[in-house]
Structures are given as C-alpha cells and as structure tokens.
C-alpha cells in the first residue's frame, strides 16, 4: 500500500492523509518535496488558508501579486513611492485559484508584515500604502474566480476601508461568496477604539463596510452550515441585526450557531437574530450562547426540536428553560451555579440520550477564614446556597442520565458522597474531568485530616468504572495523596494527567510506574508540575520506558469535536 501511495495509485487515501496535516505546515511542504504527484496534491492545501500562517515574512502575498495581469500600473510604482522595489517572477502555480478561507484581519496583519518586512525607512507612514495593497488583493482573488468556503469578519482593530471597487466587483462575481458554509462576524465594541483620536470616524466606517458586505451575503449566500456571531452596543446594531437575521432566514441547512452578547444598553434587544433561527429549526444541530440575558426571542428556540448540541456560557438562568429538545451533548460555564433549576430541566429532559456533560463552575471558591463581619456570613450563605444547587446538579445526573460517557465538573464546592454515587452509576463513562475544591473542613485537627484524604483517595479510585480511559486530575490537587490513588485505581486508563506534588514527586513517580506496570493500559501521561520545564524533563526520562509524557494541550479531549 505504501508503495501505491508514494505512486499517486490512491489519489483518494492520500488526500485524507495531507488534510490531516493542514495545520502542520511544515509537513505540508516537506510532502510536497517528495514528487510531482505528492507536490500537486500538497500545495493546495497549503495555500487554502494562507494567511493563518503568522509569519514575519509572508511572502506568498509577492505571489499573489505577481499572478495578477498588470501589478505594474496597479502597485509597483506605489511601492516604489516608499523605497521598495521588488522583482516579480512568473510563479509554478496558479495559487489564487487555492484560496478558500479568508479573514480580513489577517489579510491586514499579512499585509503590514509584508510591507514592514521591505521598507528600507521604518519610521515611514505605511497606512496607505497598506490600504493600496490590501485592496489589490481582494481585487486580485475577486477577478481571479476564487470561491470562498470561510469568511471572518472579525477584527476592527484590522479594520481594512474597502474601495467602492471591490464592492462593485463583488457584485458582479457572486460566485466570490455563493459556496461559503462558515460565517463568522464581530461588531466590535467602540470603546476599543477611544485612544484613537478619529475613533469615531473609523468606527462609522468599520460599521458601514460591514452593512454593505453583509447585504452582498444576504442576496449571494444560501450554503452556510456554521455561523458565528458577536455583538456590542452600537447605533448601527438594528442595521447589521437586520441583515444577518435576513442571511439566517436565506440558509438552506444552516447546522450550528454561536451567538456572544456584549450588550450593555437596556431594554435588552437582539432585533430578530434569535428569532430568525425558528427559520432553521429542521436543520439545526448545534447552538452556543455566551453572555446573553433573558430576551423573549429565546423563546423560538423551542421549536428546534432536532438540537443535539447545547453550549451555554455565562447566560441568565432563565435561558436553560427555553430548550424542547434532547440533548446528547451539553456545556455549562457559569460563575456560581445557585439556581440549578432550569439546568436540571434539561438534564431530566434529555434523559439517557444525554452522553457528554461539561460543566465549569468558576465562583465556586470560597476562602473559609474567619472573618467575624457581615461579609463572612455572606460568603458562608452563598456557599451553603451552592453546595445544594450542585448536589441537585449531581443527583440529577445520577437518576436521569445513565448513558454518559464523558463528564467534566469542575469546580465542585465540597466533596461528598453525591460524586461517589454519581461514578458508580455510570456504567458506560470513558472520559473523567473532575475538580473539587473544599475536600474537607479546615477545623479538622491536621492528623484526623490526612486520615480523611487518604480515605477520600481511596473511594474515588475504586469507584471508578471499568469502562474508563481517560482521567484528567489537572485541576484537583490531591498532593501526596494521588499515589494513594494509583495504587488503589483498577480502571485500564489510557490517559492520565495529574498534578504532581511539589515534594515526594519520587513517590508519585513510583507510583505511576506500579500503575502502568500492573494495568499495561496507559499510553500517555500529562503533568501539571510547578517545578517548571526542567524538573518535567527528569520526569520524562524518569517514565520512558513505560509511558509517554506529553503536555496537556495535546493530551486534552474536549466535550464536543463540533467546531461551532
């Protein structure tokens, strides 16, 4: 097969193979060195995104440039204006026919580099000259047929001012946008811009390019499936909600949607973007929500009955209520979960279809010093107030959804006999994320306390169920007490991260060598170690005969591969 392969016999394996690999770079081009057949398959998708590449030197953009019919009349007497002369060579491939995804602001960044990177004087003045060439780009892509799958509009910070040319050219070449799936925009709050004296202007500016690309993508676009949206406070909101809830209503299978809220002005107003999703409620799959209070548009949300996928980040309560369906996979991030009501009415709700759990629940810790003011017995109100609404949470998990295979809880204020009950009712979990943060009560005389953490260890690894291989400790700190864990754990673990304390690391050391010798399952360990980097190495070459140590940042799995 290798040998079919390196011949170009299995055109269809190997572009799997190279799609796998678009954001090595290096390997992309290294592939592309091997043959003419490898090289053909290689550079395309390379020059899919290439501006995602944050290089000092983007040089593909003399490329793009020099492809074009005329770069003499167009830029290179400007660029001359500013002591850069370039030699533009005829390039192997017609590269801009690759072009897929394109985000504005790193066309901008790209385009900044590119000039800096040849301006002989560097205290010149480059704002136009980057206006010229960013513009030529666009000019270049749109009359050159590129078709776009992705287009951000993200960044006001690299706002680029658009020429009425580029507008009327991409109202004559519809195909520009007609195949996009992946939409993301960002109105950008005004308040970043208040250092710049003309912020005002810029800012109208910014808004009014984004109104005309949007009503182009209103009449042009009815492929998208992912659609990303943030909103701040602005007098053009009512205008851009008005054409993105138009572009909602114009998809044929629009599948996930993002909506991040930065509203500050009351009454709280969405003016039709919620609402326009009632449109999609046959084909929508997946919806995050970050920061949005109650508004009645929610509401709408009701009728999409075929939801699979819930995200719900720092939202009013009340939010959790306005969902019908039943969910397989559901993320919370909240600062201080102390109405657990309407997340239980999903959890009972979606039953045993529910199989991935992710909640983080950051206002969960709490400094028990003893205080003798008001403010103390507020902090002991809010913690009791919490403890029962996570142990609702738990015992909710436990009766209503037995089919979980991936549970994430961080930030449990207390631990309690709810966590134990909880593991040794799901039969069927493989992936375990847990943190707790007040084991036990300080007032514990020091000896009767370590007595309790070795009991606790000890619970928490038999309880453990024998369908799991993935175990991330990373955020509970159990000190020298995790070889208590590992010596007593008998679930054939894969991957494991924990943290390692910050003295008898010799013994949690030892420990996970007992463990991967008696089990032979594990694969891969990640360390949160605050020895820093050279204390990790030792530990490396301490585990390399019996597990790979990698970082954490390749050793987490997340709740849900969807990339909305």
Excluded at 55 to 68: A, D, E, G, H, L
Aim: net charge negative.
């Amino acid at each position: 097969m290798a040998s079919k392969i390196f011949m170009g016999n299995m055109p269809e394996l190997m572009e799997k193979i190279l799609n796998n690999l678009e954001n090595e770079i290096r390997s992309l081009y290294s592939c592309a060195l091997v043959s003419r057949h490898w090289c053909e398959m290689s550079i395309p998708i390379i020059w899919r995104d290439p501006f995602s590449f944050q290089v000092f030197k983007p040089m593909f953009i003399s490329i793009y440039i020099s492809s074009f019919e005329d770069p003499e009349d167009d830029v290179k007497s400007i660029l001359k204006e500013y002591g850069i002369n370039i030699n533009f060579q005829k390039p192997l491939f017609h590269y801009v026919r690759f072009l897929e995804i394109l985000n504005l602001g790193c066309l901008n960044y790209g385009v900044d580099c590119w000039i800096s990177s040849h301006l002989q004087d560097e205290e010149q003045d480059i704002e136009q000259l980057k206006f010229h060439v960013a513009n030529l780009l666009l000019k270049i892509f749109i009359k050159d047929g590129v078709t776009l799958s992705e287009l951000e509009l993200n960044s006001l910070n690299d706002f680029i001012e658009i020429k009425p040319e580029i507008f009327y050219l991409l109202e004559q070449n519809i195909n520009f946008f007609s195949r996009i799936h992946v939409l993301s925009i960002s109105l950008t709050a005004l308040k970043e811009l208040k250092y710049d004296y003309n912020f005002e202007f810029i800012y109208e500016s910014y808004c009014k390019v984004l109104v005309k690309i949007l009503k182009i993508l209103a009449r042009s676009v009815t492929k998208i499936t992912n659609m990303r949206v943030a909103l701040y406070d602005s007098d053009y909101l009512p205008q851009l909600c008005h054409e993105l809830a138009f572009i909602i209503k114009s998809q044929e299978h629009l599948k996930y949607f993002k909506l991040a809220c930065k509203l500050d002005r009351r009454p709280w107003e969405l003016y039709g973007i919620v609402l326009a999703l009632k449109s999609q409620k046959e084909t929508l799959e997946g919806i995050m929500i970050e920061g949005c209070a109650c508004s009645t548009e929610f509401e709408a949300l009701r009728d999409c009955e075929n939801l699979k996928a819930i995200r719900i980040y720092h939202c009013s309560n009340t939010i959790f209520t306005t969902f019908n369906s039943k969910i397989s996979i559901l993320e919370v991030d909240t600062s201080g979960l102390y109405n657990a009501s309407g997340l239980v009415q999903i959890l009972e709700k979606s039953g045993s279809s529910l199989q991935r759990f992710k909640l983080n629940d950051e206002n969960s810790y709490f400094n028990d010093e003893d205080d003798e003011d008001n403010y103390s017995m507020f902090k002991f109100n809010k913690k009791g107030s919490l403890i029962k609404s996570q142990s609702l949470l738990l015992e909710t998990l436990m009766t209503s959804c037995p089919n979980i295979v991936y549970l994430s809880i961080l930030g449990i204020v207390k631990y309690s006999t709810h966590i134990l009950k909880l593991l040794s009712s799901l039969q069927k979990l493989q992936f375990l994320t847990i943190s707790w943060n007040d084991e036990f009560d300080d007032e514990s005389e020091s000896e009767e306390k370590e007595k309790k953490m070795k009991a606790c260890a000890k619970q928490f690894a038999e309880i453990l169920p024998p369908t799991l291989q993935y175990l991330d400790l990373s955020k509970l700190y159990l000190d020298s007490h995790v070889n208590i864990l590992l010596d007593h754990c008998d679930a054939p673990l894969k991957k494991l991260s924990i943290n390692l304390p910050s003295h008898n690391e010799g013994e949690t050391i030892n420990a996970i060598i007992r463990f991967c010798i008696r089990k032979k399952t594990p694969n891969f360990v990640s360390v949160n170690e605050r020895g820093g980097w050279r204390n990790i190495k030792n530990f490396e070459k301490d585990l390399e005969r019996y597990v790979k140590v990698v970082s954490y940042y390749s050793f987490v799995v997340s709740c849900s591969h969807l990339s909305y």
